[in-house]
């Protein structure tokens, strides 16, 4: 089931399958006061062992009990990146319902004025995967990642299902790939979507320097969802370059 996501990380950025994970701890096999080691749990957000996703030992459940954006499982990154990222995680997802997020996954970085939210990325309510398209404070708009095999774009909750969401992306070029997979039916959902109009990733700050990484609010008040074997990779400076320019010519196939 691996094996897609793998090929997608060859395609989209061949750098990262040579690269080592600069998260630490992605694996959430190692707790310490009912916390996962590496991580701070922020806010009344509330990080729980629980059984490993797809054979692994323990794996992440999130929750929360308000709907505050502090709210959020946070690491700083062993080596930041000032343009290109990889990030792969596996998820479950117990109940989506009136928070209006079930996965929430967000990429913070630094830039002359402060730390800034670079990408934020949900699962909704409704089951669609989504990234928002605006500068935090500034208004802006949830977009939609178009879906295939799934009934109207829809990802279904339940602990039977095991979904793994790959991003790719350039702060200096403005581009992200959004490619989800459905690992226990074998689907492929999304596979190298790009969104690369800089209107639709305002928040992708090429000034910026990605540092950080946050698993926030699902649903308010009720189980939200499930994280493990997450990976995280920017290129060593020497292949940045190089692995700009295959980022960049996937964009223009794409777009033709």
């Known amino acids: 089931m691996r094996l897609i996501a793998l090929l997608t990380l060859l395609s989209v950025a061949p750098w990262a399958a040579e690269a080592s994970t600069v998260v630490v701890n992605g694996d959430f096999e190692t707790w310490s006061g009912g916390s996962p080691t590496s991580w701070t749990v922020a806010g009344n957000a509330v990080a729980t062992q629980v059984p490993g996703i797809g054979g692994s030992g323990s794996s992440m459940l999130i929750s929360t009990t308000s709907l505050s954006a502090a709210d959020a499982v946070i690491q700083t990154l062993s080596q930041s990146s000032d343009d290109l990222f990889t990030v792969s995680v596996d998820f479950t997802m117990t109940q989506p319902g009136a928070g209006g997020r079930a996965l929430n996954l967000q990429l913070y970085g630094g830039n002359p004025t402060g730390t800034t939210l670079l990408l934020n990325t949900r699962i909704n309510d409704a089951g669609a995967l989504q990234y928002?398209?605006?500068?935090?404070?500034?208004?802006?708009?949830?977009?939609?990642?178009?879906?295939?095999?799934?009934?109207?774009?829809?990802?279904?909750?339940?602990?039977?299902?095991?979904?793994?969401?790959?991003?790719?992306?350039?702060?200096?070029?403005?581009?992200?790939?959004?490619?989800?997979?459905?690992?226990?039916?074998?689907?492929?959902?999304?596979?190298?979507?790009?969104?690369?109009?800089?209107?639709?990733?305002?928040?992708?700050?090429?000034?910026?320097?990605?540092?950080?990484?946050?698993?926030?609010?699902?649903?308010?008040?009720?189980?939200?969802?499930?994280?493990?074997?997450?990976?995280?990779?920017?290129?060593?400076?020497?292949?940045?370059?190089?692995a700009l320019i295959g980022l960049t010519l996937l964009g223009g196939r794409r777009r033709r």
């Open 132 to 242: 928002f398209d605006g500068v935090p404070g500034s208004g802006g708009l949830w977009r939609t990642v178009a879906l295939s095999g799934a009934a109207n774009g829809w990802v279904g909750s339940g602990s039977e299902a095991v979904y793994q969401l790959v991003i790719s992306g350039s702060l200096d070029s403005n581009s992200v790939s959004y490619s989800l997979y459905d690992l226990t039916h074998s689907l492929t959902l999304a596979q190298d979507v790009l969104a690369t109009d800089p209107w639709q990733l305002a928040s992708l700050d090429p000034n910026a320097t990605l540092t950080q990484i946050r698993f926030a609010r699902g649903n308010g008040g009720t189980v939200d969802y499930t994280v493990d074997n997450l990976f995280v990779a920017v290129p060593e400076p020497s292949r940045a370059a190089l």
